[in-house]
């Protein structure tokens, strides 16, 4: 049995195909982690989320940026921009149960046995990893409660900035998604600053990589996580970054973990969108 986690798919169903086919992945025994950002950008939004479903235990997803931009979406509340792709999944006589369980998927998962810990973006400094799973089945609680619509119409925007636990309310959650799902920098305070998302080594010297930063009480964790794809792949500081731009024309790429090591292997993919943020 082997656990592979894989990049950002967003859509790209056929490099999916492609990327299992050389991993020689084994339904029957094998276990998929995938970093987040399962749909949009990419042409084939649909074919992925239920392939994916379709894998249930076999396949471990947390929610990305754009997983949780789908699902505001579809209650009303997101801001439409001209590179969505996913309104097959807004017209599927399956939309219902494809969301359903889009938004039970978690934000933070941890398998204690391999020693990892998966994500789609980062964690604040401040948190350890204890304070992660915490915070992150706080906010998952809203997500799959009576409160999620309420909350997609307050989640866009990036205040606060910073972790404070007396926050409360669509102030909290709003922090705590961003971090989950958003984050690339942070200033050497701790304070995310979600503008800048170019490669590391090109940002603005007050600003560090997430998992550079000064004290991180993470630091101990080994976490895979993707969503930065100007990045690519990286295995550095007790992390895995697998978003390898499969969007713009780059690679896809999937690692394979063990205990406190992983093996890398990406296939190239065809360019479906241009390079813009994401």
Known sequence: MTT???GDV???FDALQALLEKIRFDRQRDTLWFTGDLVNRGPASLETLRFVKDLGERAVT????HDLHLLAAANGHARHSKHDTFDDVLAAPDRDE???WLRRRPLLHHDTELGWTLIHAGLLPQWNLADAQRLAAEAEAVLRGPGMVEFFAHMYGDIPDHWREDLHGHERARVIVNAFTRLRYCDREGAMDLRFKGALGDQPPDLV???QAPHRRSRDARIVFGHWSTLGPYDGD???ALDSGCLWGRLLTAARLEPGAAEMVSIPCRSYSKPHAA
């Open 4 to 6: 592979w986690a894989i």
């Open 10 to 12: 967003q859509g790209c």
């Open 62 to 65: 947390v929610l990305g940026n």
């Open 98 to 100: 494809l969301l359903d």
């Open 209 to 211: 990589p997430w998992f």
């Open 238 to 240: 007790n992390v895995l």
